[in-house]
């Protein structure tokens, strides 16, 4: 995963001091190259110590093996799409289009970066071997979870979605070893989510989260930790950013469900059938 995105998903909860890093990073990734663990604290101004346990945070052994998987991220950067201004109240229709576009293609290039294929295959293995499934999540997370939920059950699966927190509580309570909750936010603060997720671990069942990249409180309840994106720089569009992320995620994992099941793809096209007369031609 790139060390670069790794940062970037992390930017807004860092400390001061980790925040200097973060920034002199991101926006003079190239000096890297060239200096030491004491050299760039002296030019942030903070301790050699905070650089060390900065990399640490970051997963990474020290300061060298950090330095070499910046150094590698600038080396496989491409031309990838990047947000070019914040769409305003005076944008016209071209450039809320462009700026929209530049945005999505932005937060789908970074959230490919931050998926982890042994988490996606440990994924599918919970889903296809769980009884019941509570997808929650709230707002636009819950729209997001609404969508899986209707493909999972395209599949076959028991899979419910409930947008009142209230609801995915006391249903959470009913489960048992064998069911799965998928817990989807944004922020992986929400407090009626991680709720959810405490009680399913109270009850032995598995958990898989999707959440911002880094250590949260509703990650922290997962069996699997899978990661969704949203560019911070335009928060007119944090929103719809923050859906386009989730639900490329949620598509990769039906695609891989629909893969992994022979019995789910003649469901599937069963399900298709049923509501193909009611189609236009």
């Given at each position: 995963m790139s060390a670069l995105v790794k940062i970037k998903a992390i930017q807004n909860s860092l400390s001061t001091s980790e925040a200097k890093i973060a920034s002199f990073v991101l926006k003079s990734s190239n000096a890297i190259r060239d200096l030491s663990s004491q050299e760039l604290s002296s030019v942030i101004g903070i301790s050699q110590s905070s650089v060390i346990k900065f990399t640490q945070k970051l997963g990474y052994k020290g300061y060298p093996a950090f330095k070499l998987a910046i150094i590698d991220a600038?080396?496989?950067?491409?031309?990838?799409?990047?947000?070019?201004?914040?769409?305003?109240?005076?944008?016209?229709?071209?450039?809320?289009?462009?700026?929209?576009?530049?945005?999505?293609?932005?937060?789908?290039?970074?959230?490919?970066?931050?998926?982890?294929?042994?988490?996606?295959?440990?994924?599918?293995?919970?889903?296809?071997?769980?009884?019941?499934?509570?997808?929650?999540?709230?707002?636009?997370?819950?729209?997001?979870?609404?969508?899986?939920?209707?493909?999972?059950?395209?599949?076959?699966?028991?899979?419910?979605?409930?947008?009142?927190?209230?609801?995915?509580?006391?249903?959470?309570?009913?489960f048992k070893k064998g069911d799965l909750v998928f817990a989807i936010s944004e922020s992986g603060q929400t407090r009626e989510i991680k709720s959810v997720t405490e009680q399913a671990k109270e009850n032995n069942s598995s958990v898989i989260s999707l959440t911002k990249y880094g250590a949260n409180p509703v990650s922290e309840n997962a069996d699997v930790k899978l990661y969704s994106i949203a560019e911070q720089e335009s928060l007119r569009l944090s929103s719809i950013l923050a859906r386009t992320s989730q639900e490329f995620v949620i598509d990769i994992l039906f695609i891989a469900l629909t893969q992994a099941s022979g019995q789910g793809r003649k469901l599937l096209e069963k399900s298709n059938q049923a509501v193909k007369k009611f189609r236009g031609n």
């Open positions: 600038l080396n496989s950067e491409t031309n990838d799409p990047k947000l070019h201004g914040e769409i305003t109240l005076k944008s016209s229709l071209p450039q809320i289009s462009d700026i929209l576009l530049n945005s999505k293609m932005s937060v789908l290039t970074e959230t490919k970066i931050l998926i982890e294929q042994a988490s996606l295959e440990q994924a599918v293995k919970l889903i296809t071997s769980a009884n019941r499934i509570l997808i929650c999540g709230l707002g636009g997370s819950a729209l997001v979870g609404k969508d899986f939920s209707y493909k999972l059950q395209k599949l076959g699966f028991s899979a419910y979605a409930e947008p009142d927190g209230h609801a995915q509580l006391a249903f959470v309570s009913t």
